[in-house]
């Protein structure tokens, strides 16, 4: 197979397809993972994408761009869940002439190309892993979330038999004998109407991994040894290869920020550079978890009296219900200089800065990851799906943070900023991340495990063709 280095777009020898999960939490991995195969191998991208969340093409112009169709009504789309939209879009998908279209023309080689190497997909399109199998066209996953949460979706079954699930309040804090160090409290789980949803929903994933050719996760070998083993060992039979080549945002060549229609306000960096190195709070909750108009308030009080100067990301609908933020009177006054309100952050820059010294995060797995590979410790608030499972890694496996448990309440957010900040209490805790961030550097080096990941990976991709 002849590979050619250099320049964008079609015309070279080597392609292949991604199609992210139209969410940004799993966008960006995939436009993160695309950067490195296309720094790497001198391989050409080409990006599916669909309406709901398009990527703006012209932010990207190493790579080429296909829209195909998303099937999610708008009903889902405006007020659904996540979940919701997951299984729509896997209906829609499966029997799309449409998106069959665009896979059989890559399986064609189009335009005096090749055919495609393969698609690589989100782990939850499992409808295009089969409209691709059907067209004898290989798909790799790529796993957005950790190697830890993924042991959990592939025990779901078993959970759900030995009756962990769904959690009974009186057993949260037990241990899940077959998931060290999870809790019952920790393991993915939507309300009771959704339960079935859910567990449907993981069980597609599974699915999709073990139907595709391989799979590569969001993380490295050194955070997540005895998970990975476990993936590798129990999937061993399945699949051909599993690859821990992250944090895709630093080993990719292309790093374009976030993909969100939101623009990140980079006036908060000018704003950082005039604050003391490390007293910075970063405060985010990612792009989809929200809080209510009391839970909001007691925030803002609780940071305003830590004392501490701090970033805090207010996106348009961070506040459920309503499309604007009511701040006590006198409040910008009183944290005039010390604190900034945004709507939108160049997040890894943010974390990469000097100044910023800690983060309270709901643990979504890129801000996780994120804030691991920067070393900046965590004041965990996590609210759903994978969330409370990366809590409790980076509480009790790691050392890198602690959680802020029940109502959010001011005199309490108080006393966990100054803690995770300031105070003896917290020195481990900043020691720990610290420690990590090396173990990051050692995993980005030329011949560190997530490099040779990717190189494993483009063979990979060549030896498809
Ligand atoms: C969703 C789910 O909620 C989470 O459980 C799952 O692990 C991933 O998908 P999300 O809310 O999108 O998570 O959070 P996260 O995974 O942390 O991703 C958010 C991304 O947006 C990060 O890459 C972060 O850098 C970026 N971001 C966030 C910004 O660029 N600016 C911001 O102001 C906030």
Known sequence: VEVRRGGGGHGRKLWVLVFPLPFQGHINPMLHLAGALHGRGGLSVTVLH?????????????????????????????????????????????????????????????????????????????????VAAGLGLPTLVLRTGSAASLCCYLAYPILLQKGYLPPKESQLYEPVKELPPLRVRDLFYSSDTNQEKARETLANITETVRNSNGMVINTFDKLEPAELKRIRDELNNDIVVVL?????????????????????????????????????LYVSFGSLA???????????????????????????????????????????????????????????????HRAVGGFWTHNGWNSTLESISEGVPMICQPQFAD?????????????????????????????????????KAGTKIREHAKELKNKVEGCLESSGSSQIAIEKLVNYIISLQ
């Open 290 to 352: 929200s809080l209510d108009s009391n839970e909001f308030l007691e925030v803002a009080c609780g940071l305003e009296s830590s004392g501490q100067p701090f970033l805090w990301v207010v996106r348009p609908d961070l506040v459920r219900g309503l499309n604007r933020v009511c701040l006590p009177d006198g409040y910008e006054q009183a944290v005039e200089g010390r604190g900034k309100m945004i709507r939108w952050a160049p997040q890894q820059e943010v974390l990469a």
């Open 50 to 130: 669909t309406r709901i969340n398009a990527i703006d093409p012209s932010r990207y112009p190493e790579f080429a761009f296909v829209e195909v169709p998303d099937g999610i009504p708008p009903e889902v789309a405006a007020t659904g869940t996540v979940v919701d939209a997951i299984l729509a879009m896997n209906a829609a998908l499966e029997v799309s002439p449409s998106f069959r279209d665009v896979l059989a023309s890559a399986v064609d080689g189009a335009e005096g190309r090749p055919p495609a190497a393969c698609l690589i997909i989100d782990a939850n399109l499992l409808a295009a892993q089969k």
């Open 387 to 423: 969330q409370m499972l990366n809590t409790r890694y980076v509480k009790a496996v790691w050392g890198v943070g602690f959680e802020l448990e029940g109502n959010l309440e001011r005199g309490k957010i108080k006393k966990a900023i100054r803690r995770l900040m300031v105070e």
């Open 244 to 280: 821990a080549a992250g944090p895709f945002h630093k080993v990719s060549s292309i790093n374009n920020g976030s993909s969100m229609n939101l623009q990140p306000d980079q006036s908060c960096i000018e704003w950082l550079d005039t604050q003391a190195t490390g007293s910075v």
